[in-house]
């Protein structure tokens, strides 16, 4: 997609009232968060956040799956970062 297509997209996205920011949001965020380039944005602005941030953050998501144990945390975080790099591989 050309560069000037892309700049308009966020610019009529970032026009539009909040209720359907909101609406699009749900519908299209899933699909490009999980793109190479989402899970790069992803990983930045993690780097970006400050420990007690980062903490604030896992605490928040623990609370959300506290129906899960440790090892299926750790299992399901170490299956998304094999599947970002073998994305980047690709």
Do not use: C, N, W, Y
């Not at 920011?21 to 999980?34: D, I, K, N, S, T």
């Not at 609370?63 to 399901?76: G, K, N, Q, T």
């Amino acid at each position: 997609m050309e560069a000037s297509r892309v700049r308009s997209l966020a610019q009529e996205i970032l026009a539009l009232p909040e209720p359907e920011q909101q609406e699009l949001a749900r519908r299209v965020l899933p699909v490009l968060l999980g793109t190479r380039a989402g899970l790069e944005e992803i990983h930045e602005a993690l780097r970006s956040l400050s420990d007690d941030e980062l903490r604030t953050l896992v605490e928040k998501a623990r609370r959300r799956a506290s129906d899960l144990a440790e090892d299926e945390v750790a299992a399901i975080i170490a299956e998304g970062l094999r599947a970002a790099r073998a994305e980047g591989r690709s």
